[in-house]
């Protein structure tokens, strides 16, 4: 497996990530990660307060139109990420903090992708009162995203 994660990072590309003179390597990369997370945290976050009733007069189902911005915001990180975990693949698959982010990245998606599905299509919504199933995933949506901020960000401080 060692051997394969050394194949990454000695690809061209991961190379010029890692070690090129230039703005448009890794800082873009980097900024361009952090603006996805910013999307995908933000907006998942702005879903959930609102499911949790942060603003009572405001309807809920509205902001089903606001699930294209978070798969948007998530593409990106998809895209960067991998651009990132190359360039660094022998350091960052071993690292159990990269496990635990993705393992709260994957669950946060699971929670948004159940949210949408559970909430927002519900044809009650708006009509009646939030269930609590759908505050529960809320939280939990509120929780995984925290999480993987943090264990993200410990991933540089972390070895």
């Known amino acids: 497996m060692h051997h394969f994660l050394e194949f990454l990072e000695n690809l061209e590309f991961s190379q010029w990530v890692k070690n090129a003179p230039t703005i448009w390597a890794f800082p873009t990369i980097l900024i361009v990660h952090?603006?996805?997370?910013?999307?995908?945290?933000?907006?998942?976050?702005?879903?959930?307060?609102?499911v949790l009733g942060f603003w009572p007069a405001v309807p809920?189902?509205?902001?089903?139109?606001?699930f294209p911005l978070l798969w948007f915001g998530f593409g990106i990180n998809a895209v960067t990420?991998?651009?990132m975990l190359i360039a660094d693949a022998t350091t960052k698959?071993?690292?159990l903090d990269?496990?635990?982010?993705?393992?709260?990245?994957f669950a946060g998606?699971?929670?948004?992708i159940r949210m949408r599905r559970q909430v927002f299509d519900d044809p009650q919504l708006d009509k009646a009162p939030v269930t609590g199933r759908a505050k529960m995933l809320a939280w939990?949506?509120?929780g995984c995203w925290f999480g993987a901020i943090v264990a993200g960000r410990l991933?540089?401080?972390v070895k």
């Open 140 to 142: 939990a949506s509120l």
């Open 34 to 50: 952090t603006l996805g997370m910013s999307i995908v945290a933000g907006v998942s976050a702005i879903i959930s307060l609102v």
């Open 98 to 105: 990269f496990y635990l982010k993705m393992g709260f990245v």
């Open 155 to 157: 991933m540089a401080y």
């Open 93 to 95: 698959l071993t690292m």
């Open 81 to 83: 990420g991998t651009m």
């Open 60 to 66: 809920v189902k509205p902001f089903a139109r606001a």
């Open 109 to 112: 998606l699971f929670v948004l």
